[in-house]
Structures are given as C-alpha cells and as structure tokens.
C-alpha cells in the first residue's frame, strides 16, 4: 500500500490548470522579462500557524516555481513587527509547509535580515526629498490623511529640510524618543485618491525585542516599506498576494520606483483569498480561540491550521488536490468546506485500508456457536486497491455490534437486526436475533442470536440474501479505545461576516468523545501515520499525540457521507 505521507509523489500530480497568474508567468518568460527566471516567495508573518488559506498560497507560490523548468520559491518570514511575532510559530510554519510537501531548499530568509539594508534606502528616500520625519501622532496622522473622498492635510513636518531628516531619522534609530513620537513618512501626495498614497508611514518606533535582532533596532519598517524591497532584494520575479493588497500595489511600485534598486522590478499579482464555509481563517481570531481555551491549541484538529488537519488525518496530498481544484480567481467566494472533505475522501478510499470497530457498542451472545471456538476469517483490506492484500480477523461466541444496528421495535424500512430478523455480518454469517436481555433499567442489555453455520464464504448458502450486513468485532478480541467524533466548530456558514461576533457561533457538539470503543485486534500496532476506513463508519487515525500502546485514542478525520458529490448529483 502506498503510505499516506510520501509527497515523493507529488511529481506525478498533473500541473495545475492554467490561470491568470500563471499566464503572466509564461508570459514573462516568453519576454525573458526577468532574463527568464521565475522566483517567487511565500511570505508568512510568524505570528500565528498556518492554516488552509495559507496552504493555497503556498500550493500556488511553490507550484508556479515547480512547474516553471529553474523556478524556485522562497520561505521568508515577514518579521518586522516584534510585538506578535515568536520562533514557535517560526518553527511550526516550517514543519507544515514541508508536510504539505513543499522545498525551499537554502532559500529561507527573514525580513530582519534586512533591516540594516532598508534603513540605509530609507537614508537614500530621505537625500532624495522622498521622506520625512513627522511629529504628528498616530490620532493626528489619521485626522490628516482625510478620506477617499476628501483630500488629507499635508503634515506640518513635510517642509524638514534633507539635513534635519537625516538627522531626526538617525536618532530615531538611536533610540532617543519614545515609542510614537516620531514616524519615518514617504512624502508623495496628501490628496492622491488612493489613501495609502497619502504620506504613508515607512517606519516608527517600537522599543520591543524581536525575537531574532533582539534590542539591536527600535525602529521598525511599515509592511508596505519592507515587503517590496525584501522581494527586490531577494530578485523575486512575480510576488503573489491577496486581493486585499491591489489598492497598496501603487506603493510598492512608487517605492521600487524611487530607489536604486536592480531593475525590472518584481510585479505584485493579486488574487482572491481562501475563505471556507463554518470556519474562520484570520490568525488573529484562530489565536483567540487557542488563548480563551476554546480549543486545545492550534492544532486542535478541529482548526482550519495545516496542523490541526494534520493531527485529524488529512493527508497533503488531499489539501493539494482542493487547492489545484478551487483554482486561482480574482473573486472573493465562500468555497465550501464539504469540497474540502471531498477530496480527503477521494484520495483516503483509493488508500486507507478498511477495519472494523464498533463506536457504541452491544454485546451480542451467539448460543450455537462452540464457547472456544475461534475462527480467523479473511477480510479485503482495501477494494479499491488489489495490491493492499488481505487480513485475517478473529470470529468467536461474543461479539459486538453497533447499538444503532439493533432495534427491539423496528419502524417498517429498518433492516438491520431486530428480534425475528437476520443481518449478515461482514466477512462472517447470517445473523438472527432470538431474544433480548434486558438490565434492571429496562434497557437492553445483550442480544441472544444464532447463526446460520453454512452462510459464511465458501458455504452451501454463503449467497444467501439478507436486506442488510452489519461490522461486528470479536469480544474476547477487542481493543478498547476512545474515539473523538469532530464536527465542525461553528453552526453558521460565515461566522465572522460583518456585524458578527464569531464567537457566539462556537457549535457546542463539535467534540464528542467516546470511550469503550471496540476495535478488531489488528489495529494494536497502529500507527499515528496510517489512515483507516472503519467499515461504515468514515476515516479514522490514531490521535498523534494522544494514542499509546495500552490506550488508544482515534480521531475521526472525516464521515463516509459525501455533502458535496451528493450536491453535484454524484
Ligand atoms: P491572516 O489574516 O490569517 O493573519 P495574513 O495574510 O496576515 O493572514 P500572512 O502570514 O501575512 O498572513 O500571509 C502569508 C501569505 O499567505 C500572504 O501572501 C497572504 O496573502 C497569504 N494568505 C493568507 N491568508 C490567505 C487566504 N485565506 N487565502 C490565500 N492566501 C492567503
Ligand atoms: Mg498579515
């Protein structure tokens, strides 16, 4: 069987479907624009973990460098504001851009690596008339800069002389004024109709250590600063970002524009965000989740992050698949979470092999079976896949079987077991219920069956029909194990669309956890990285953190029942 967490196939994935953005690309090296080279970047702030919006960035930002012969796309952690930023989240987001199964191969930087270079083209801006030093604060700065329609207030500071800039801005950086006293202003245009034209801020002050330059800086470079002369210096071809960034694209033109930097410059290319129903994607309110406790952590497999649907069971191949298959637009949608779980599906039915394990489980007594008797009977691991081979699982007196197979009372279409009725039980017999044991509660306790001993495969009536077959696991066979049933985490489809507090939408069931589980014996050894379909019941792995030898623990990475093929009339 092939394992679930090689990417060593991910070569043989089809290149994605063309889009706009690789159209570009192709364009450009037509031109041989950038003497034909393809460099892009993925560029994670490491104030948060990734999450399943990032992974289409770095599908789209990672492919294009794969499917272009030479390409190459950076890691680089945009670490330059000090205040959010921590190694955990630098180590975390390494971990899972490689799991998706992804190389940066030596091509991994971080902004601050360049601090003293932006400082020195912020000297250059400055003995250029291009930046000031302004005194106004951050309250006066927005009642200045006006609105779309109304024009802004130029900065009383606008007419300092280069001498004096270069001055305030040196001792800015030296540390002599309090933390936004003073910012570091382009000087451009105050009634530009676009707002970040307006004397935008390029860099202030923050006395905060950051976690890799420590106290050496106090003065931090603005995003829009630091982000297109990061990518000019990396010599980035195409830098790929969201939409939400079209109206600052002037900006990173203008200042590429001003400086002496290597031309051609990069081109900004903006395209549509992830956005997934019955989840929230920002890091900033994923962190309020994991701060106030409303889940275990960032990889609580209830989370959007690549780490909480690894820890569920996805597989990277799945995620690259749904990203290939959302594609690349410059529309902002709602994609549907069931599309998500569609192509887990997909790929965990050609690969995970099939078990048997009973969720809630009722005790079942078959009266002409011989008390010692046991059976190993064969079972197909998976048939979806002729090579995955098959297994052999014990058949013995006392079984299990689903509470929900059972009823005392049957409404007319139910036809699985019930007194007088017979089920088949997979791999095994024909079943009838005799009788029923009931607790001094009243409620069922135990069936008391028989089998049909000639219905089992090989048997003079193995063909025999029954309307319905049942999984069952061998009682003095059985593993124990809990089981955590996931669902999704909040009830409506856009928790946080605007006027809303996503939190009032948390959905109270989206954790049900299961103890006394019963599981076929093959499963002792289970390996956190294989996936299982537990017959009729969905995907399930053994939790990775969680799980050990003498207490399993399985999480159930996704139901059989497929929302989204059903919709499309599959
Ligand atoms: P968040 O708002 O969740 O904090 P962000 O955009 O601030 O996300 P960054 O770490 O700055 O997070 O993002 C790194 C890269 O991932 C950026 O290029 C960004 O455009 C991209 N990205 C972030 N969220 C999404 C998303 N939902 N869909 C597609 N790309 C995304
Ligand atoms: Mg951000």
Not at 463 to 470: E, F, L, M, P, S
């Amino acid at each position: 069987m092939a394992t679930l967490n090689s990417s060593s196939d991910q070569n043989l994935e089809p290149a994605a479907a063309s889009d706009f953005i690789r159209d570009i690309v192709t364009e450009d090296i037509k031109t041989n624009k950038h003497g034909g080279k393809v460099i892009t970047r993925f560029p994670p702030e490491p104030n948060g973990y990734l999450h399943i919006g990032h992974a289409k960035s770095i599908c789209l930002n990672f492919g294009i460098a794969q499917e272009n012969q030479g390409g190459i796309c950076h890691l680089r952690f945009d670490d330059t504001n000090p205040t959010r930023e921590d190694v955990e989240y630098v180590d975390s987001i390494q971990e899972d851009v490689r799991w998706l199964g992804f190389d940066w191969g030596n091509n991994m930087f971080y902004a601050s690596d360049y601090f003293e270079k932006l400082y020195y083209y912020a000297v250059e801006l400055i003995k250029l008339g291009k930046a000031y030093v302004c005194d106004l604060s951050g309250e006066e700065m927005i009642a200045y800069r006006g609105a779309p329609s109304i024009p802004g207030k130029e900065s009383p500071y606008r007419n300092r002389s280069v001498d004096e800039n270069l001055d305030l801005f040196a001792r800015m950086r030296a540390g002599e004024f309090a933390d936004g006293a003073k910012t570091l202003r382009a000087l451009i245009d105050m009634t530009s109709p676009n707002i970040h034209m307006r004397d935008p801020a390029l860099y202030r002050i923050r006395k905060f250590e950051h976690h890799r330059t420590g106290n050496a800086w106090c003065i931090y470079p603005m995003y829009d600063y630091a982000h297109c002369l990061s990518d000019s210096i990396e010599r980035i071809t195409h830098s790929i970002c969201t939409l939400e960034f079209e109206v600052h694209r002037p900006l990173y033109d203008w200042i590429l524009e001003q400086l002496s930097v290597p031309r051609p410059n990069p081109r900004q290319i903006e395209f549509a965000r992830l956005n997934l129903s019955y989840t929230v994607m920002s890091k900033r309110k994923l962190l309020q989740l994991v701060q106030e406790g409303l889940v275990v952590g960032w990889d609580d497999p209830r989370m959007p992050t690549v780490a909480g649907l690894r820890r569920r069971g996805f597989t990277p191949e799945a995620i690259r698949h749904f990203c290939r298959r959302i594609g690349v637009t410059k529309f902002n949608g709602l994609t549907d979470v069931a599309l998500l779980e569609h192509s887990l599906r997909e790929d965990l039915n050609k690969r995970a092999n099939r078990v048997m394990a009973v969720l809630r489980p009722i005790k079942v007594v078959i009266e002409n079976y011989p008390e010692s008797q046991v059976e190993q009977l064969e079972a197909v691991n998976n048939p979806e896949d002729s090579t995955a081979g098959t297994r052999k699982i014990p058949f013995s007196r006392v079984i299990y079987i689903e509470q929900d197979d059972f009823m005392e009372v049957p409404p007319k279409k139910f036809f699985r077991l019930s007194p007088g009725n017979e089920v088949r039980l997979r791999y095994a017999y024909i079943l009838k219920c005799v009788s029923v044991v009931k607790n001094e509660l009243g409620q069922v306790a135990e069936l008391r069956c028989t089998i049909d001993p000639n219905s089992k495969s090989g048997g003079t009536t193995a063909g025999r029909k029954v309307k319905a077959t049942i999984h069952w696991v061998s009682a003095a066979h059985a593993l124990n194990s809990e089981v955590r049933l996931y669902d999704r985490l909040f009830t409506v489809e856009q928790p946080d669309a605007e006027g809303r507090d996503f939190k009032e939408f948390m959905n109270s069931k989206s954790l049900e956890v299961l103890t006394g589980c019963k599981l076929e014996p093959s499963l002792a050894n289970a390996n956190p990285e294989v996936r299982y379909q537990f017959e009729r019941l969905g995907y399930f792995r053994a939790d990775p953190k969680d799980s050990k030898a003498n207490s399993l623990v399985f999480n159930r990475t996704v139901t059989l029942r497929d929302a989204w093929a059903k919709e499309q009339g599959h």
